[in-house]
């Protein structure tokens, strides 16, 4: 039990919230957060939070825009309430891919909710595979920026020697390079061109892939198309199998049906984000959880311990 510590949860993620809390050993803080009849966001916090160090559970998953709102309003609630500093655990960063001008005149919009986020007064911010690490430079106060790595190494135990882990795009190379680095197999990079918004087709692959067991790496698989694409391009190229292992399961649209009809033999998402029933019974899809990974990253920020040493 930490009893310094207080946490919180908006309604994009309950599930997370109470995981959360169980390995904590501490029950989740009395708020209530719900909407008045017009939709405007009401919050009530009803636990002490003076003095406290406040930790708000809340990914900004869909419906992005409704669960942004709710965090702005629980931080300024436990600013008000006088906590003694204010943390927002989004495992999931909402925005996080309009991280900079794509094209003249568009808005770079993750610096926006940054902006938002510190005008409310967070202290810090805590999320999991940021689309791109420059994001922590949105923010002045320190961000905990989590890697997905300790909970993949834990769970495929069976990587061999004709593995080969395969990064979807260019800007993906870095993260599964220190997957392929950790599993100590090759890396092949897909060259992937989008030439609108949510439509990706693939170019050329970078590396050999013929009869090999391909594992894609990525932060978000979200309409589903790059994952299908980079999935046909492998098996097109003579790979055995392709499996795919996402932290972000946004799955928006009929990205469930694209994925259940494609070759891809295997998705295995995290619990940043809850699953829609759809992507629950997939025979396809499989979650992994990272909530003992934030609980240790919580306890570790409160004894002020190292957090990188979680990923050596
Ligand atoms: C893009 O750079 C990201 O890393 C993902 O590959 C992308 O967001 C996936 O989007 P979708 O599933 O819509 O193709």
Known sequence: ??????VFSGNAHRELAAKICDHLDTPIGNALVSQFSDGETRVEIRSNVRGKNVYIIQPTCPPVNH???ESLIIIDACRRASARTITLVAPYFGYGRQERK??????ISAKVVADLYEAMGINRLVTVELHNS???GFFTNPVDHLFIKPVLTEFFQDIDQNTVVVSPDAGGVERARAMAKKWQCGLVIIDKRRDR????SVVHIIGDVSNKR???????????GSLVHACNALMDKGAKSVEAAITHPVLSGNAVQLI?????????????IPLSEAAQASKKIEQISVSRLLAESIIRIDKSLSISSLFQ
């Not at 039990?1 to 207080?6: G, H, K, V």
């Not at 990525?218 to 589903?224: E, F, K, L, P």
């Open 214 to 224: 391909c594992i894609i790496i990525d932060d978000i698989v979200d309409t589903g």
């Open 67 to 69: 669960n942004v709102m």
């Open 1 to 6: 039990m930490y009893s310094e510590i207080i």
């Open 197 to 200: 918004p949510n439509e990706s």
């Open 260 to 272: 259940n009809q494609s070759r891809l033999k295997r998705l295995v998402v995290s619990d940043t």
């Open 102 to 107: 794509a094209a003249s005149r568009t808005p």
């Open 134 to 136: 420059a994001i922590q």
